[in-house]
C-alpha cells in the first residue's frame, strides 16, 4: 500500500506561470514532509521541508503548504523556469521511526514550457 | 554538495552472479541507506544503517544485504543478482531526525 501518493505522474506549465505539484498521505503518524527534485542521471536533491507544526514554508520561489486534516501536501513554485523541469518527489517521515527513514512517493515530471 | 559517491556508476551483470556496490562519504554523518528507483515505485528503501555494524532493513530488503564496516562505507550486495534487481540504486546520508537526507549520484544496474 502506497503511504505516500502522487496521483499526477506528470505536469506541464508555461514559463512565468505558476506550478503546483500535490502530494497525499494516509499514515497519521507522518509528522515532517520534503520535497525533492531530480534531474535525469542525478540523484535527488533536497528541495524545501515542513514540520507538522507548521502549515505553511516559504524559501524563494518554492513553497509548500500542509493540510494535516486532509493529509494533503503541495508544493507551489513561482515564477516557474524551464530550469525546473524535473521529476518531483514528495517524502514524509514520522517521529520515532528508526534510523530517521523516509516514505517516497511516486514523483510527478513537470516540464516548464518556455 | 553532500560528498557522497557511488561505485560502480553503470554495471551490467548476469542473472545468478554476485554484485556489490559501494556508498563512500566524507561528512562524517551516522545514517547511510540504499534506496531503488524504478518506474512506477518512486524510491524505496532497501536497507539502512545507522551506525559502524549497525543496520535494519527497509522495506524491500529481500535478495540484498549490507555491511558497514567504517562510519564512510556502505556496502550493498546481491548475493545472485535477478532480473528483478535491474534498477537504478541511490546511497543517501543524513546526520539525524529532521535532517534531510543527501543523495549520491546513483549506479544504474542491469541483470541480464
Known amino acids: 500500500d502506497q503511504q505516500v501518493k502522487q496521483n499526477s505522474p506528470s505536469l506541464s506549465v508555461q514559463e512565468g506561470r505558476i506550478s503546483i505539484l500535490n502530494c497525499d498521505y494516509t499514515n497519521s503518524m507522518f509528522d515532517y514532509f520534503l520535497w525533492y527534485k531530480k534531474y535525469p542521471a542525478e540523484g535527488p536533491t533536497f528541495l524545501i521541508s515542513?514540520?507538522?507544526?507548521?502549515d505553511k514554508n516559504e524559501d524563494g520561489r518554492f513553497t509548500v503548504f500542509l493540510n494535516k486534516s486532509a493529509k494533503h501536501l503541495s508544493l507551489h513554485i513561482v515564477p516557474s523556469q524551464p530550469g525546473d523541469s524535473a521529476v518531483y518527489f514528495c517524502a514524509a517521515s514520522a517521529e520515532g521511526s528508526s534510523g530517521d527513514k523516509l516514505t517516497f512517493g511516486t514523483g510527478t515530471r513537470l516540464a516548464v514550457r518556455p | 554538495d553532500a560528498g557522497i559517491t557511488q561505485s560502480p556508476r553503470h554495471k551490467v551483470t548476469e542473472t545468478g552472479t554476485p554484485v556489490t556496490l559501494r556508498c563512500h562519504q566524507t561528512e562524517n554523518h551516522r545514517y547511510m541507506y540504499w534506496y531503488r528507483q524504478d518506474p512506477g515505485h518512486g524510491l524505496r528503501l532497501i536497507h539502512y544503517?545507522?551506525?559502524?555494524?549497525?543496520?535494519d532493513k527497509g522495506e524491500v530488503s529481500d535478495g540484498y544485504s549490507v555491511s558497514r564496516s567504517k562510519t564512510e562505507d556502505f556496502l550493498l550486495t546481491l548475493e545472485s543478482a535477478t532480473s528483478s534487481q535491474t534498477s537504478v540504486y541511490f546511497c543517501?546520508?543524513?546526520?539525524?531526525?529532521?535532517?534531510?537526507?543527501?543523495f549520491g549520484p546513483g549506479t544504474r544496474l542491469t541483470v541480464l
Open positions: 515542513i514540520s507538522s507544526i507548521k
Open positions: 544503517s545507522y551506525g559502524v555494524k549497525d543496520t
Open positions: 543517501a546520508i543524513s546526520w539525524d531526525v529532521y535532517n534531510e537526507q543527501f
